[in-house]
């Protein structure tokens, strides 16, 4: 199955097209950047899951950041830290100003995505692949992939960065505008 089409594809694309606001919301929450970055991966996995269910584009940046909202949350409990500096009631003041938000992501957008996608290694999207549609996560994607953990997840880190820089470098010379 191509990571690029269908249900999964869409989801991962969905997913990253939002990847710096939503990895925002979570660093937000849980106040570590590399736990922001595992919260943003598991909810990446609930969409893949989700798939064609995925509610639409109105509706979408809201049903991730409750998602995200709560993998925070149950991760901060595993982790039994400190206090939050940022509190439920507070993010859901905080969710008409997310919301507002929702309505500048558009197609032209999803076609950057795209794009950048296709300018990734052969690689790189076995990687994203394996992580996003077999599920892979720590140990077993860093095996099948022959790299450490810690390598692993700093090339995952990369490759969201990667997108991310071509993302904005596609929109800004309006190679993502139609």
């Not at 692949?129 to 692993?152: D, P």
Request: some cysteine.
């Amino acid at each position: 199955m191509n990571v690029e089409r269908g249900p999964v594809g869409a989801a991962v694309r969905r997913t990253m097209e939002r990847r710096t606001e939503l990895l925002a919301y979570a660093r937000a929450i849980v106040m570590d950047w590399s736990l922001a970055e595992d919260v943003f991966q598991e909810a990446m996995v609930v969409a893949i899951e989700k798939g064609p269910d995925l509610p639409d584009d109105a509706a979408f940046g809201r049903w991730m950041r409750e998602v995200i909202r709560r993998i925070a949350l149950d991760a901060l409990g595993r982790r039994q830290r400190a206090p939050r500096l940022m509190d439920p009631q507070l993010l859901q003041i905080l969710e008409p100003a997310w919301e507002r938000q929702d309505g500048r992501w558009s197609g032209d957008l999803r076609g950057a995505l795209r794009r950048c996608m296709d300018k990734l290694t052969d690689r790189a999207r076995l990687l994203l692949r394996e992580r996003y549609e077999r599920r892979l996560t720590g140990s077993r994607l860093a095996e099948r992939v022959g790299l450490t953990i810690n390598s692993a997840y700093a090339t995952l880190t990369r490759l969201h960065r990667t997108l991310e820089e071509c993302l904005r470098k596609s929109l800004t010379e309006g190679e993502g505008r139609a």
